[in-house]
C-alpha cells in the first residue's frame, strides 16, 4: 500500500514536470505567434525556446563546440531544409535565414531590412556605432571612413610597418627555446599592427596592458545585456569606459603635437578620421572618432590573429596547397628588382593562389550570423519575417553548404577557380551597402604574414 502511494506521487510529480516543461516552452510560441496574428502567409517552422532565455543555451552551446553550425544542423534535422526558422534570440523573437538566395535578399534589400544587433552591440558600440546608426549616417561614415581604411594610398602606407612587425615577431618565435602558444604570440602581433595603423607610433608596450580589455570587450558584444557584476556585458561596459579614456587620451597628444608642429611623417587613421569632412564640410567629433577606432581595434586584432592562424593550420595539414603557395611567393620575389625590398601593393595582388587560400580559410572559419531587423512584414519564399523581428543571417551554415561547396569540410583552394558560387553563396565580410569597410586591410595584413610564413618557416 506504501509502495503503490509512492510511486502515485513520483508519478504526480514527473506528471507535473513534464507539463511545467512543456507549457514553458510552449509560452513563448503561443505569445509571439498569437502577437502576429492571421496574415496570408504562415511563419517559418522552427523553436521559439524558452520565456526569457529563448534557444540562447543551446546557441553559446553550439558556438563553443568544434562545429559553430551544429544548431543550425539540429534545425535542418528537426524542420527540413528549408533555409528559414524561427526562434527567439538576445531577447527578441527572430528569423534565421541560410541559404544564400535569402541571405543575399536580407543583406541587400535596406528598404525592408535595417541593421538589427543585440542590444549589448550597440551599447557597447557607443554613439555612431556602425552596428546601429540610420542607413543615411551610415551611408556618411563610410564614405568618409573608406579612404583611410581601404584607399590604395592607405594600404601602400601601411605595408612596410606591418611588414617589419611580421618579421621581427617570426625571428623571434624562431628563436625561442621553449614551445610557446602561437595564437597569443599571433594576438600580440596584430596588436601591434593595428595600434599602428589606426594611431601611429604609440606605446606599443602600454597599449598592450589594456589587450585583456579589448578581450573583454568582445566577449560582451555578443551577450545578453545585463549590466550586473558576474556577467560578460558588465565586464565589457567596464573594458569600454577604461579603453575610451586611453584612446580619448592619445588623441589629445596627438592633437597638442599638431598645434605645437611636433607631429611629423605619415599620418595614421586616427589623424585621417580626425581631419576628414564628409560634402557639408562636417567633420567627426572627438567622441565619434574614438568610438570608430575603438570599434576597427576590436573587430581588426582578434580576428586577424584567428584567420592567420587557421590559415597556417590548413596549410601545414595540406601539403599540396603548401607547395603551391609557397611556389607562388618564391616566384614573386624573383621577379622583384635586386635594388628593392618589401613587399609593395602591386605584389600583393599578384599572390592569386594565395588569395584563394584565404578565400577557403574564410568560407571554412566564420562567425556564426550577421544581424538584420524587419521594418515591415516581408515575405520570403511563402514564409512571413513580421515587422520588429530580428533576422540573423547565419552564413556560416551557407559556407559548409554540401549542396553548394563540394565536400566542404575540406580546405580545398583550388575550388575558387571556378568563381561562379563566389559572388551568391560567399559573404564572409557581408554584402550590400552594410558589407564590411574593413576587408581589403584585414586581406592585406593577412597575405604579409603568410609571404613570409610561406618562404622562411614551418
Known sequence: MKLDFLWLIVSALLGCYVFIFWFLRRVNEWYYVG??????????????????????????????????????????????????????MFGCPSIIVCKPEICRRVLTNDEHFTLGYPKSTNLLGGRISLHSVSNEEHNRLRRLIASPINGQEALTMYIQHTEDIVIDSFDEWASMKQPFEFYTEIKKATFKIMTHIFMGSVNDSTL????????????????????????????????????????????????????????????DMMDLLSEAEDEDGR???????????????????????????????????????????????????????????????KEIKQMEYLAKVIDEMMRMTNIFSLFRKAKADVSINDYIIPKGWK????????????????????????RWDNLKAKGKAFIPFGAGSRSCPGSDLAKLVISIFLHHFLLNYK
Not at 557584476?229 to 603635437?257: C, N, T, Y
Open 35 to 88: 502577437m502576429v496574428g492571421k496574415s496570408t502567409y504562415r511563419l517559418p517552422p522552427g523553436d521559439m525556446g524558452w520565456p526569457f532565455l529563448g534557444n540562447m543555451l543551446p546557441l553559446f552551446k553550439s558556438i563553443r563546440s568544434a562545429d559553430t553550425n551544429s544548431f543550425i544542423y539540429s534545425l535542418i534535422s528537426r524542420y527540413g531544409n528549408t533555409g528559414i526558422y524561427k526562434t527567439h
Open 208 to 267: 598592450w596592458t589594456t589587450h585583456n580589455l579589448y578581450a573583454d570587450y568582445r566577449k560582451g558584444l555578443m551577450s545578453m545585456a545585463i549590466n550586473i557584476p558576474g556577467f560578460a556585458f558588465h565586464k565589457a561596459f567596464k573594458a569600454r569606459k577604461k579603453m575610451v579614456k586611453v584612446l580619448q587620451s592619445i588623441l589629445d597628444k596627438k592633437r597638442e603635437m599638431a598645434e605645437s608642429e611636433q607631429h611629423q611623417g605619415r599620418k
Open 283 to 345: 567633420k567627426l567629433e572627438d567622441e565619434d572618432v574614438v568610438d570608430l577606432i575603438l570599434l576597427f581595434l576590436s573587430a581588426g586584432f582578434d580576428s586577424s590573429a584567428v584567420s592567420i592562424l587557421w590559415a597556417i593550420i590548413h596549410l601545414t595539414e595540406n601539403p599540396e596547397a603548401l607547395r603551391k603557395a609557397k611556389e607562388e611567393q618564391e616566384e614573386i620575389i624573383k621577379r622583384r628588382p635586386s635594388n628593392r625590398k618589401g613587399l609593395n601593393l
Open 391 to 414: 533576422v540573423l543571417v547565419w552564413y556560416g551554415a551557407v559556407h559548409m553548404d554540401p549542396e553548394i561547396y563540394d565536400n566542404p569540410q575540406n580546405f580545398d583552394p583550388s
